[in-house]
């Protein structure tokens, strides 16, 4: 019994390294930023450009947003 919860224990142990090391150190990227990304790799690939990405409007303030 013993042996078989220390290999759940490190099966499990070794399972969360995993998902914890997945994804990028940097920021998030928003769509907008992304889609400019895009734009100048298919530009330096000399590829087709996708569609010029529209500028986000103005984030509004909503009366909540202290609580977040």
Do not use: H, N, W
């Not at 969360?16 to 734009?39: I, K, N």
């Amino acid at each position: 019994m013993t042996g078989s919860r220390i290999l759940v224990t490190l099966t499990l142990l070794a399972a969360m390294a995993v998902v914890t090391a997945c994804g990028r150190r940097a920021g998030l990227d928003t769509p907008y930023e992304a889609a400019v990304q895009a734009r100048k790799d298919a530009e330096r690939a000399k590829q087709p450009l996708p569609p010029e990405p529209e500028k986000p409007v103005k984030d509004k303030k909503f009366i909540l947003d202290p609580l977040i």
